[in-house]
C-alpha cells in the first residue's frame, strides 16, 4: 500500500509539473497570441503587400489554436485526475488513520493479554507451589498411612492374639464352669449326685407321672470306726467302693446321691417295693465281693414308696431312713452273735 501511495504522488508531482509547463506554456502562447495579433495587425497593414506572409501568419494562428484546444483539454483532463487524486489520497489518509485507531486497539489488546499472562503466569507460579506443597503433604499423609497400615496389622495382630487369648480364656471358662457346675452337683469323692442335686431331683420327680416313686437310703456300715483305725485314706476308699457297689447294683435312670458323709439316697421313679427290694439285694450281693483292705464292704438299706399323690415325699424319706436305721440295728445284731 505504501508503494502504492508513493506511485500515486509521482504521478500528482508529474501532473502538477506538466501543469506548471502546460501554464507557462499557455503564459507564453498567449503572448505568442499578443505577438501574433500585433503582427497581424502590421500584416493587416502589409496586407496588400504581405498576402502571402498573411496567408502563413493565418495558417500558423490556425495551427496555434488546435495546440491551445489541445493544451486546454489536455489541461482539463489533467485537473480532473488531480481532483480523482486528491479524492484518493483523502481515502488513504483515512484508511491510515481507521489503520493506525485499529493499531492502538491492537496495542492495547496486547497489553491485555500481555498483563492476562502476567496474571495467568503469578498464579501458575503460585498453583505450583500449591502443587508442590499437596505433593507433600500427599507424601506426609502417604508415609503416615504406612505408619497407619503398620500399627493396623500390629493391631489386628494383637486383636488376633486377644482373640486367640480368648478363645482359650472362654474355653478355661466353659471348663471351670462346666467344674463348678459338676461341684455343685457331684459329690467330689465318689463321683456320685450330692445332697444339692438330690433335693432338686427329688422336687422334680414328686409328680403323679413318676409314681410309685421309692426312695431308697442307705448308710455305710463302719465307717467311723475304719476312720478312726486305719485313716480317712482306708474310710474314702471305703466310699468310693461303696458307690461304686451301688451305682452297679442300680438302673441305668436310677438317681444316686451321696447326701452325708456315709449316706447315700437312690430316687427309683415309676419303681414300687417289688423292684427297690431286687436292686437292694443286688447292691448287697455286689458288696460282698468287695474288701478295703481286710475288711468287708457293708452297706445298710431302707426304702419306702410313695404310690398317691396325697403321700408327703418328706415323710416318705423320713420313713425309709427310720426303715435303713432299724435294719442297721438289726445286721449288727447279726455281727454280735
Known amino acids: 500500500m505504501d508503494n502504492d501511495f508513493h506511485f500515486q504522488n509521482k504521478e500528482k508531482a508529474d501532473r502538477a509539473a506538466e501543469l506548471v509547463i502546460a501554464n507557462i506554456e499557455l503564459v507564453f502562447q498567449n503572448k505568442e497570441k499578443a505577438d501574433r495579433a500585433a503582427e497581424l495587425v502590421i500584416a493587416n497593414k502589409e496586407l496588400a503587400f504581405q498576402t502571402e506572409e498573411k496567408a502563413d501568419r493565418a495558417a500558423e494562428l490556425v495551427i496555434a489554436n488546435i495546440e491551445l484546444a489541445f493544451q486546454t483539454e489536455e489541461k482539463a483532463d489533467r485537473a480532473a485526475e488531480l481532483v480523482i487524486a486528491n479524492k484518493e489520497l483523502v481515502f488513504q489518509t483515512e484508511e491510515k488513520a481507521d489503520r493506525a485507531a485499529e493499531l492502538v486497539i491492537a496495542n492495547k489488546e496486547l497489553i491485555f493479554q500481555t498483563e492476562e499472562k502476567a496474571d495467568r503466569a503469578a498464579e501458575l507460579v503460585i498453583a505450583n507451589i500449591e502443587l508442590v506443597f499437596q505433593n507433600k503433604e500427599k507424601a506426609d499423609r502417604a508415609a503416615e498411612l504406612v505408619i497407619a497400615n503398620k500399627e493396623l496389622v500390629f493391631q489386628n495382630e494383637e486383636k488376633e492374639n486377644r482373640a486367640a487369648e480368648?478363645?482359650?480364656?472362654?474355653?478355661?471358662?466353659?471348663?471351670?464352669?462346666?467344674e463348678i457346675l459338676y461341684l455343685s452337683y457331684y459329690d467330689q469323692l465318689t463321683g456320685l449326685y450330692n445332697r444339692r442335686f438330690y433335693e432338686a431331683e427329688l422336687k422334680r420327680l414328686d409328680t403323679t407321672r413318676n409314681l410309685p416313686l421309692t426312695l431308697v437310703v442307705g448308710d455305710v456300715?463302719?465307717?467311723?470306726?475304719?476312720?478312726?483305725?486305719?485313716?480317712?485314706?482306708?474310710?474314702?476308699?471305703?466310699?468310693?467302693?461303696s458307690a461304686e457297689a451301688i451305682k452297679k447294683g442300680c438302673r441305668t435312670d436310677d438317681i444316686i446321691s451321696r447326701i452325708g458323709s456315709d449316706e447315700f439316697v437312690i430316687l427309683l421313679p415309676k419303681t414300687g417295693a417289688f423292684e427297690a427290694e431286687i436292686i437292694i439285694k443286688r447292691i448287697s450281693e455286689l458288696t460282698l465281693l468287695e474288701k478295703v483292705g481286710s475288711n468287708n464292704i457293708s452297706i445298710s438299706f431302707g426304702y419306702e414308696t410313695k404310690y398317691n399323690e396325697e403321700g408327703e415325699i418328706e415323710e416318705v424319706f423320713k420313713k425309709a431312713d427310720k426303715n435303713m436305721y432299724t435294719n442297721k440295728f438289726f445286721e449288727s445284731l447279726k455281727y454280735l452273735v
Open 221 to 241: 456300715n463302719g465307717l467311723k470306726l475304719i476312720n478312726d483305725s486305719f485313716g480317712h485314706a482306708i474310710g474314702d476308699e471305703l466310699l468310693k467302693k
Open 166 to 178: 480368648l478363645i482359650i480364656a472362654n474355653n478355661e471358662l466353659a471348663f471351670q464352669n462346666e
